[in-house]
């Protein structure tokens, strides 16, 4: 019972997912919240107030100008009693009336007058959820501050199969229960990450890189910034904003990087390294440009420090977390990395996968853990697969700290 007398204001939009938002009111009470509906016009073409009044128990908000028997329980009065808003399904309509400060009907005013968190949990068709607009409108929120669970991948009420189903109502529940409680789950921690690629130069102007645009890193580093952790971001270049209340040290090459972590992994609890470093280098860097002039240019490469197997050498008790970028199957692979490399866990990404990997706003990975076991993820946002990978790094501080075996 996370949520024992904790009082949330469950927000019901007109997407097909309305049903659901049952089970997700379901799952709060289980928690021990206390939960007022309030329903658009959309959704009660959707599903009756009935229903919702029957699981609740309270009354059913529908309108602006509601006046339930006495209770005073106006919109100024419901953003006054809850501690946190959740909408699930939240529509396009209604994401996008919020990005633009739109108080139109009931759940709109109460959002824009609410002064505790509010959390999304879009479902959409995929091409809605897609549009730029509303990416655009997604965006705007998240950077107000504004919290999103999903959406998933998964089969869509048109039949199609693609991100907009929203996620499921156990997944929603405890995106509520972290966003009423788990703000400084982090809050002691030193958490040293790094994310982007490196640059390892030819010449003055060559250099042999990679895709990585650093997304996952900087969401990771995030999420964990998020539940109070102190967060130094050690980043190649990329050409995102940095995350609030993070340290950033911009590296360029995977010397840079190695040197940044090895001064700074004496003082984390925690090192994450999503950075998709180099390989391999140019033996040599030509001191000035090589003219095309000269002919054929054969290069010789030399491999780069492995820096996540230093840091797993030095381990102590910090927890260690790898990515592994693969190409097709690769789960026997990231368990001899986790091996090799004395790695707590390691998130394992096919990167020839649509979706995931380098660059792309999302990733599907699986989740190689020391037991051996190996939880393959739907593909999901890199911002939500970042808290997924963050609550279980919690998990395992905190069975480290409690003495067990991580
Ligand atoms: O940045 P994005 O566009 O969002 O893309 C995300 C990502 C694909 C880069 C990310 O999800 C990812 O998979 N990162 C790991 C990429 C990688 O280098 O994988 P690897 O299997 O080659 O390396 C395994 C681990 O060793 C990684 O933690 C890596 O940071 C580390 N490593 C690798 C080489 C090296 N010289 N030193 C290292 O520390």
Redesign the pocket.
Known sequence: MRLEGRRVVLGVTGSIAAYKACDVLRGLQKEGAQVRVVMTAAAQELVRPTVFRSLSGSPVLTGMFDDPQGEDIKHIALTEWAELILVAPATANLIGKVASGIADDLLSTVISAAGCPTLFAPGMNFRMWENPVVQGNVRKLKGLGYRFCGPVEGRLASGAVGVGRMADADEIVRAAVQALTGDDEGKGLRVLI???PTREFIDPVRFISN???????YAMAEAAAKTGAEVCLVSGPTELTPPAGVEMVRVCT?EEMRAAVTERVPQADVFV???????FAPAETAGAKIARADGDLTLALRP??????EVGRAKGDRIVV?????AGEGVERARR?LEAKSLDLV?L?D?TEPGS???VET?RVTLIRRDGSAEPLPLML?TDLARHIWQEVLKLVGVTRSGGVA
């Open positions: 790094t994310a982007g895709p990585s645009s650093g997304r996952m890193g995977a390294g999503v950075a998709a470093v180099a390989d780069t420090a492995d820096i996540i197997a790898g990515f592994a970028a693969e990395k998130v990404n990167v990997g380098f660059e990733n890199k």
